[in-house]
């Protein structure tokens, strides 16, 4: 049976669980995992080199700093905060918030789809997603990712209406 460990990560002050007996991440290198995986920082040194698999599609490190760099484009003042990570022995998971002004246009559906070609609404969003990365030998092999995409609309004035409870 694996024990969890909580410890913070000192320069981020982040709550860290860890599978401790597997981490394949050295406790040392986890500060930087977690620094390269902020969509702000346009950084692919913690992908796997060649293919990877993004949501199930085959990608390449090029296409993800492709879609890494649309995302600044569109939140050029983007901010990742790491809320929550959970560390195992091949994967990391964490729960983030992401904060930004949308000024500019995304070509790709990065964050969500309705945000492609969409003109600069110049409104700020705040919202949170939780991420899952698979690892091989400390590198990410595979990524998913889940966004609060009704928060997303509705704060860039896409969707107006409150739904309203059913009456009995």
Known sequence: MKTLVAVTVTALSVPVLVLAQDARIPE????????CTKQENVDTSCWADGEVLNH???VTNARIREVLEDLRNAF???KTEILDAVFDDNAV??????RGTHTGVSKLPV??????????TGKRVE???MHLWKLRDGKIIEHYA?????AIA?????????PTAPSN
Do not use: H, W
Not at 93 to 98: G, Q, Y
Not at 146 to 150: D, F, N, Q, T
């Open 56 to 58: 199930g599609r085959k």
């Open 146 to 150: 889940v966004r609060e995409e009704l």
């Open 28 to 35: 040392r290198d986890r500060e930087a995992f977690l620094e």
């Open 93 to 98: 998971v964490t729960r983030i918030m992401f």
């Open 127 to 129: 919202f949170q997603a």
């Open 111 to 120: 964050m969500s789809a309705l945000v492609v070609g969409l003109p600069p």
């Open 76 to 78: 050029p003042d983007g």
């Open 154 to 162: 509705r704060q860039l004035g896409l969707v107006t209406s409150t």
